[in-house]
């Protein structure tokens, strides 16, 4: 299937500049690719070429299990059917794993590379070297002597990083000159990991065996990884930050050759990305020229038009001077161009001069589709606008994409059947109790019980439209695209079957309005695959004459928010509008306090909203705009 991405606009132009110089603010040279599928073929590659050209024994690969490697064992095995090389002779280590389990469990470490690589390839059984978490606890100190011997001195290791710049299981306080070892999983770790273990904290494993830091300096050559936006903190931490037990990974900076594959949104805190003009020259387009005002506000404490001619000088913007213009000019064509982001009406205001407005006022009222990957997204990420739309008169249309099922705590389903208990169905409440009791850590929910939850997030999705006016019974629509429905963490690949769906909904209703979420790089994954989804449904629609005047808006989910630099539409929300999206949020009982994944976050999602939109609000404050309580901001995609 087609994979999409973000377009840019403007930026730092590297055709000809020297590596020194593009690399000249990171302490491991980075490159950066638009998607991390593209930078697993391009470590595939270096893979391949590095165990052909290996003369002296066998080759020894160091690789890493988790969500980031999986495309590159993807590349790796597309090109093992091609006939493109052969494992046959190469030593794998992988350099973790869960401590106790056993190599046969779903949740270890073992059982995911061997089902998502070697048992793809020819790798001998031999060859594979994968920490033992089953050794018995009087041994495992000579048993980790004895790794560390074999793993040391890897002819490459390929390794993901977390998003505290833990290496392997090496968190934070881990030393650089670190073995392999046994450790203590810190409890913000063994919530990550808990996703393994069907969201359940107490089931996941307290210690963990990991090669150290001071190992993997050993091997001849490193390439680190990283994709999506939760990990960009990391990766300017290990790329540009100190050597600091805090950042564990950040240690690797001392290896003379390792070069660190990262995407662009995983990059996306690196100086040349967020400051390019600070590496080199710069193409200057009006949106770019945006985001190195708001860039310099900031970096002076200063709104937009009281930046002077020393403060674009004085750090490193004088090529845009040269380029665009005086500096009083250049303030004022920014000002206004970020003040006109700014409006009350998404949908746009009728009978008005729309001529700076980022909406047309024709036609009115609009049809206007919003497309929730979860059952809670729309109201989570665009809560004020979608009451907005709403009680402005549109045809407001919500499509939740999948069911959210697996985000069910079983204590919340016990809740509900203890309800139905009361109301005499008792044998339903026995029936379920006895599933429950029945799960299997790291196997797919049962059925039955995946269908009460899906009911549960269906109801609440209704009772929140419902609070604010939409008619839940004709304009939300639960899609339940199949991809989502493996009962497990682990998701199936978007197909037509996903597509055919949302190009039914988008036939029915004919929209002018499209809101999707732009989480492209979210870190569960279920955000990309429902708006490639979305956007491959129009692709193949590219011809229907409705789409003609139908404009795409991407919104940002609890994680991120949109730079200002790229925002070309602003809603702002007024203290009653932000408590009416907060208690929509409420009506989401079942993804409050007790959620089974909550991420790394210990905020709810209505304090993650409103503290987004309203740091939004302040920014575009501090820039010399009027003061808002909240506000949401997106992008237009066409």
Known sequence: MKRFSLPEDGGLIEAGLPKDILHSYEKIPTEIFEESHEASKAIAEIIISSIKSHKDGKFKLGITTGATPVSLYHALVKRYNAGDISFADVEIFSIDEYYPVGAGERQSRNYRIHEEFLNLVDAKPENIHIPDGSVPQDKVSQYCADFDRLASGMDLLVVGVGTNGQIGFNEAGSSEKSRTRTVLLSYKSRKTQARNFNGDIKATPRTAITIGIGTMLSAKRIILMAWGEDKAQAVHDIVEGPLTVQCPASFLQKHENITFYADTNSASMLSRVVAPWLVGPCEWTPKFVRKAVVWLCERVHKPILKLSHSDYLENSLGGLLEQVGAYDKINIDVFNDLQHTITGWPGGKPNADDSTRPVSSAPFPKRVIVFSPHPDDDVISMGGTFIRLVEQGHDVHVAYETSGNVAVHDDVVLQHMDAAHELGFADKFA?????????????????????IKAAIRRSEARSAVRSFGLNENTNAHFLNLPFYETGGIKKGE??????????DLLQKVKPHQIYVAGDLADPHGTHRVCTEAVLEALEQLKGEDWLKECHVWLYRGAWMEWELGRVDMAVPLSPDELIKKRHAIYRHLSQKDIVPFPGEDPREFWQRAEERTQNTARLYNELGMAEYQAIEVFVKLF
């Open 431 to 451: 029936e379920v109790k006895e599933i429950i009791a029945s799960k299997k850590p790291g196997e797919p929910e049962p059925r039955a019980l995946l269908d």
């Open 494 to 503: 978007r197909t037509q079957k996903d597509i055919d769906i949302i190009i």
